[in-house]
């Protein structure tokens, strides 16, 4: 064997082993979201939505939050079930209430949710932190008083998606999900 193909065997060896370590590093990294990005607010706390009308929100049995940034790709990525999550609540306008927190201006949150199909029944101009969320994306969703059921951070997988799901249901028995 030359040397030439020795050098090439261990260049082969070294890119197959930090491509399985950059697998490796993903798995792990994906199987839970950071504790660090987990929302300041607890279960059971009342959100305060800036610069929203509490009585419009609590006309709804259920709201669902969506933090989300127009430079987030997990949030582009997640679209296709933003866009559920709206027609949804277009089944049960009174009953699911979709609101989106977003740090960018109200003009430019609005131009993004119409560029991806998501109709939200409330835009929010306001840094994420005005509702305890560390990150983007962070679904947290709120009873009739506005308290914290449950929340999600980052790019959800097909088993939390179906949870958000069963959790509307579970509030709201009446809506048509």
Known sequence: M???DKVANIALILA?????????RNY???QGADPNLQPDIKIGEVVSLPGSDTAEIRSAPVTLVMALSTHCGFCQASTPFYQKLSAIKNTSPVNVRLATVMPESKEEAEAYLKKYGIAADIVLSAPISKIGAKGTPTLLLLDRENRLVRSWVGQLNNSQESEIVSQLQKLCPQCSI
Request: charged residues 5%.
């Open 28 to 30: 792990f990294t994906s």
């Open 2 to 4: 030359s040397r030439l």
């Open 16 to 24: 197959c082993a930090l491509f399985i370590g950059h697998l490796a």
